[in-house]
Every structure is written in structure tokens, then in C-alpha cells.
């Protein structure tokens, strides 16, 4: 079975804090994801990343960064942390080849600005 | 720009009732459809997904769902609910890029 993982269900912040959201996955997959989900907004792209240091931007990438210096870590920053920020964050992963394949998901992180 | 409508926010239905969660998509290519589902407190799972030449497509749990190309739509059924269905269901699409477009989401509630 895939597991992906995140370091914290749980994040309380303050504004302006820079915040580290780790996600890790097990499968060797080549694609790794990070969504923000809202009620009725549902899964919005941040950034994706085929391979280690290559990354792109999703929809949504302002005031976020990322980083993949390792195939089954995914990190997501958030330099500043801001309370429009307050919001669960998903990470994702999917093997490369196929646009067929599933994306299999960590159980998320609730983050809430202060 | 491609875009997933789910039109129904929030359903609620009893125990046994059939169920059909609508979902459109906008985009004219090929496309991969995908059906996701988010149980209270739990990752969200894949459910079915579509890519090949049968339109009918089974997936876990007795769902299933209907590609229809000529209405861009990929509809999620259930001919009879139960209680432990309660989640929230998410559309999605790929259209061969690395870009997976989620729809808002149906919240499902079924009373016992």
C-alpha cells in the first residue's frame, strides 16, 4: 500500500512565522503535489514537483515555496505566514508516466493563523 | 481554462435511497476522470477512475459512473446507500498534463 504521510495534523501559528509542512511518501513515486483544501473551494494546486529540485507552480502559489531535495520528501513553506493562510494542506504523490495514474494522498494538516 | 462543475454542494438521503452525483467538466481532448472520496477524519481515496474505451466505469463499494463525452459529464451512482457512505465526494480531471482539476466537492449525508 502507498502511504503518504505529513509531520502535523495539527498546526497553530502566528502571523508572520515562516512554517515547514512535511510530507513524505514510501513508493518511489516521481510526482509529488501540494493542494489547499476549503470548503467549497475543494483541492486547489500549489506547486508540483516531477523529481528532485524540479518543481512548478499550481494555481494558487503566492506566499508559498517548496522543496524536493530528496525523491520521497516534498516540503512546503510558507515564508510569512498569513491568516488567509488559515486552511487543511493536502500532499500528494503519483507515479510519472500516465496522466491515468492516481494520486495518493497524506491525511492532511490543519493550519490556523493567529 | 478546464474546470470541474459539481453541482450539488451538500445531498442528504436516507438508507437506501440510489444516489447520482453529478459532475461536469470542461475541456474538448482527451481526458482521464476521476472520482475521489473523503471519509470523516480520513485521507481522501480514489473511488473510480476512467481511461479507457468503456464509458461504464465500477469502482469500490458498489459506485459507479457513466462517461458521457457528448455532455462532458462523468456521474457518480450508487443504487442504494448506506449509512457509512456519509463522506464528501470530489470529481476530477486530468487532461495530460501533471494538472489534476478537483471540483468544490458534494458533501453526501445518509440518515440511518
Known amino acids: 500500500d502507498v502511504k503518504v504521510t505529513q509531520s502535523s495534523r495539527y498546526l497553530v501559528k502566528r502571523t508572520g512565522e515562516k512554517v515547514f509542512l512535511e510530507c513524505v511518501q514510501d513508493?518511489?513515486?516521481?510526482?509529488m503535489f501540494w493542494y489547499r483544501q476549503d470548503p467549497g473551494l475543494g483541492l486547489r494546486l500549489i506547486y508540483f514537483?516531477?523529481?528532485?529540485?524540479?518543481?512548478e507552480k499550481g494555481d494558487i502559489p503566492e506566499g508559498y515555496s517548496v522543496s524536493r531535495e530528496k525523491k520521497e520528501r516534498f516540503s512546503l513553506i510558507l515564508e510569512s505566514a498569513s491568516t488567509n493562510q488559515t486552511s487543511m494542506y493536502l500532499c500528494?504523490?503519483?507515479?510519472?508516466?500516465?496522466?491515468?495514474?492516481?494520486?495518493?494522498f497524506g491525511p492532511g494538516t490543519r493550519l490556523l493563523v493567529l | 481554462a478546464q474546470s470541474v462543475s459539481q453541482h450539488n454542494h451538500h445531498v442528504i438521503l436516507s438508507e437506501a435511497a440510489s444516489l447520482e452525483l453529478g459532475c461536469n467538466y470542461s475541456?474538448?481532448?482527451?481526458?482521464?476522470l476521476f472520482w475521489y472520496v473523503q471519509y470523516p477524519g480520513q485521507h481522501l481515496q480514489l473511488l473510480l477512475k476512467?481511461?479507457?474505451?468503456?464509458?461504464l466505469v465500477k469502482g469500490i463499494k458498489g459506485f459507479e459512473a457513466e462517461f458521457i463525452k457528448s455532455k462532458f459529464s462523468f456521474n457518480l451512482r450508487k443504487p442504494s446507500v448506506q449509512w457509512s457512505d456519509t463522506a464528501e465526494y470530489f470529481c476530477?480531471?486530468?487532461?495530460?498534463?501533471?494538472?489534476?482539476?478537483f471540483g468544490t466537492g458534494t458533501r453526501l449525508k445518509v440518515l440511518a
Open positions: 476530477a480531471v486530468n487532461s495530460g498534463t501533471y494538472k489534476y482539476i
Open positions: 475541456y474538448g481532448g482527451t481526458v482521464n
Open positions: 513508493m518511489d513515486h516521481e510526482n
Open positions: 500528494a504523490s503519483s507515479l510519472l508516466f500516465g496522466t491515468k495514474e492516481t494520486q495518493y
Open positions: 476512467y481511461f479507457s474505451l468503456d464509458p
Open positions: 514537483s516531477y523529481d528532485v529540485k524540479m518543481k
